[in-house]
């Protein structure tokens, strides 16, 4: 296995190269600024890695793609989503209100699971991109409290959803069917 070994200035290779590779890895290290993030999801590319890891670099095929049109809630979802839409439902749902809280909580480890792939370093990243407007929280807010909800990037006419959160039942659901809806 080749990998290439990203410098301060290296670019990334092909993406094409990660699909000869295991899951897809393509590239180690580099940095997570903004500029390389960007390039790196322009390419098809997005980092992942564990604590004591260098920055891993995948691009995996196949690739998990959600199109809007394809996107059909469960019944009891869809029982939740109409009381929304009337007004029966104690719901909020907002964009980019909350966005560190969003991703801490998707950074928290979850039941059965030793750690998180969002670090210290990966939150600091996101956070810099939210505030040079890519990257962005969709959240789902119960009696004044977040519920639920994900973050992710939107860049180039698609969203890259990174994570997703819940406290209360479907509140991520809800999040993620409310961006499918407005990004149509």
């Not at 993406?15 to 790196?40: I, K």
């Not at 439902?89 to 950074?107: I, K, M």
């Not at 929280?137 to 006419?157: K, P, R």
Request: aromatic share 10%.
């Amino acid at each position: 296995m080749r990998l290439t070994l990203l410098g301060p200035d290296t670019p990334f290779p092909p993406a094409e190269r990660a699909l000869r590779e295991p899951d897809g890895l393509l590239a180690v290290g580099g940095d997570l600024s903004v500029a390389r993030l960007r390039a790196a999801y322009a390419s098809g590319i997005f980092p992942w890695y564990s604590e004591g890891q260098p920055i891993l670099w995948w691009s995996p095929d196949p690739r998990m793609l959600l199109r809007t049109a394809d996107f059909h809630p469960g019944r009891q979802l869809r029982k939740k989503l109409n009381r929304l839409a009337a007004g029966t439902l104690d719901v909020d749902v907002r964009v980019d209100t909350a966005f560190g809280d969003v991703l801490e909580a998707c950074a928290a480890p979850r039941d059965g699971q030793p750690g998180t792939w969002i670090l210290p370093p990966m939150q600091r990243a996101y956070r810099a991109w939210h505030a040079a407007g890519e990257a962005h929280s969709v959240e789902t807010w119960i009696d004044g409290q977040l519920a639920g909800g994900l973050y992710g990037v939107a860049l180039g006419g698609m969203f890259f959803g990174e994570s997703m959160f819940t406290r209360a039942d479907d509140a991520a659901k809800i999040a993620l069917a409310c961006l499918a809806r407005f990004v149509e």
